[in-house]
């Protein structure tokens, strides 16, 4: 079936297939078709997969195929814009650092990781190249040190960045510093 924007379907299957094939928490919920590729890069026919946005928070997925998704109904193109606001003022309570202080977590929103990515003067490849599997590698590389600046492991965190061959060490160590006493109030230095 061949699905226009605004229809909203129903997300029946996963990327993955055969051995691979996990079990996803989005499998059942409703979606609203953002595009095709065709239609947006190609000859202006529906083909190549869509983009998608969650009807739960409005975030966007691509490359799914028609045998994924499961229409449910026409819906209208006004819900993609209605969806996209929605996901801005999610995005933007994520981005917020007292925010980010409260629900601090290894499973944070992209744009949380990515407003603490910022703070450090680090850019994620994911901003260049929108694969989700760059940021899950870059946070899991920074996560250690983010756990202890939010535990309020001061001297441990400085330890940690201070290890290791970092090409960048002395910017982290100031950054991580600046956003350590930026969130607990305090005015802590290296080497104190």
């Known amino acids: 079936m061949e699905f226009k924007p605004g229809?909203?379907?129903?997300m029946i299957d996963t990327?993955?297939?055969?051995?691979?094939?996990?079990?996803?928490?989005?499998?059942?919920?409703?979606?609203?078709?953002?595009?095709?590729?065709?239609?947006?890069?190609?000859?202006?026919?529906?083909?190549?997969?869509y983009s998608i946005l969650s009807m739960e928070n409005g975030s966007s997925s691509s490359w799914w195929d028609d045998s994924q998704l499961e229409f449910v109904e026409d819906g209208n193109i006004d819900l993609i814009d209605e969806l996209k606001r929605k996901y801005e003022e999610i995005a933007?309570?994520?981005?917020?650092?007292?925010?980010?202080?409260?629900?601090?977590?290894?499973?944070?929103p992209t744009d949380s990781i990515?407003?603490?990515?910022?703070?450090?003067?680090?850019?994620?490849?994911?901003?260049?190249n929108g694969e989700f599997y760059c940021l899950t590698m870059d946070w899991l590389s920074?996560?250690?040190?983010?756990?202890?600046?939010?535990?309020?492991?001061?001297?441990?965190?400085?330890?940690?960045?201070?290890?290791?061959?970092?090409?960048?060490?002395?910017?982290?160590?100031?950054?991580?510093?600046?956003l350590y006493n930026e969130i607990h109030g305090t005015d802590k230095k290296v080497g104190e």
């Open 7 to 10: 229809n909203i379907v129903k």
């Open 15 to 49: 990327y993955w297939h055969g051995s691979l094939n996990e079990s996803r928490k989005d499998i059942g919920k409703l979606f609203v078709i953002e595009y095709s590729y065709g239609e947006k890069y190609g000859n202006g026919k529906c083909y190549g997969g």
């Open 92 to 108: 933007n309570q994520a981005k917020d650092i007292k925010w980010i202080k409260e629900h601090f977590s290894k499973n944070l």
């Open 114 to 128: 990515l407003t603490l990515f910022h703070k450090i003067g680090y850019n994620s490849a994911f901003e260049q």
């Open 142 to 178: 920074f996560y250690p040190a983010f756990l202890l600046l939010f535990g309020k492991e001061f001297d441990l965190m400085i330890k940690l960045l201070d290890g290791g061959n970092r090409k960048d060490r002395d910017k982290y160590l100031r950054n991580f510093t600046a």
